[in-house]
């Protein structure tokens, strides 16, 4: 059951008026459409820019919306001016809004990784192509590395230890897209290498055997 309303993601993506992405529907069935780049509204904490790839769980079906261009999509957002306002039951700008700006002054486009629902957009990115289009979404996620995590702070939201943790995971080179599978993809080490105690008689071994297609160690 639960397998075959995961599936049902289909039905609320939408081509037909404007750029492709998801649009909520309500319990008639009608349609909640708002601007691409405004959060909040039916999304919550994002908007349809940033939720627009939240199929993490079945990457080759999304591609397949998408005809076969998501890594082109994703790339193209990343590279998108930010100017969205928010829709949102608050009365203030919401902080997420504020912060997702911040980010994107800083060359990242509609990535608002400042909050959770944008952490799994660059490991889509890195599983929905080919070689070249890996090496991308890896060039992408040491930049986020490098530039978002400083001995300043964070760029936004640690709720429940998420940023936190998304950086230790993707600094070693692991990331779990698919929650509730065993499965884990694999991103861009910092480490030359690393050991993860996986239980008294198993370690997990990571090694990086080169350097960063952009010559960064």
């Known amino acids: 059951e639960l397998e075959s309303r995961a599936s049902r993601y289909e039905l609320l993506f939408d081509s037909s008026q404007g750029p492709p992405s998801f649009h909520p529907h309500d319990a008639l069935g009608h349609v909640h459409r708002q601007k691409m780049d ?3 509204g039916a999304y919550g904490e994002a908007g349809p820019l940033q939720l627009r790839h939240y199929v993490p769980w079945n990457v080759s079906g999304l591609n397949a919306l998408y005809g076969g261009r998501l890594c ?3 790339d193209a957002d990343l590279r998108t ?10 009365q203030d700008t919401i902080h997420e809004l504020r912060e997702a700006k911040r980010v994107g002054d800083m060359g990242f486009g509609t990535y608002s990784h400042s909050n959770q629902p944008s952490h799994h957009i660059l490991y889509v990115m890195l599983m929905a192509g080919d070689a070249a289009c890996a090496s991308k979404a890896r060039a992408w996620i040491r930049r986020v590395l490098r530039t978002l995590y400083t001995p300043r702070g964070f760029c936004g939201d640690e709720d429940n ?3 936190g943790a998304w950086y230790v995971l993707s600094a070693m080179g692991l990331f779990p897209l698919k929650l509730g599978s065993d499965e884990l993809v694999l991103g ?3 480490f030359r290498k690393v050991d993860i105690r ?7 071994h990571i ?5 960063a297609s952009d010559g960064r160690e």
């Open 38 to 40: 405004d959060m909040g």
């Open 72 to 74: 082109e999509v994703i």
């Open 81 to 90: 001016n930010f100017t969205g306002s928010s829709l949102h039951f608050y």
């Open 161 to 163: 230890g998420e940023m």
């Open 188 to 190: 861009s080490p910092i």
């Open 198 to 204: 996986v239980h008294a008689d198993a370690t997990l």
């Open 207 to 211: 090694e990086r055997r080169s350097r």
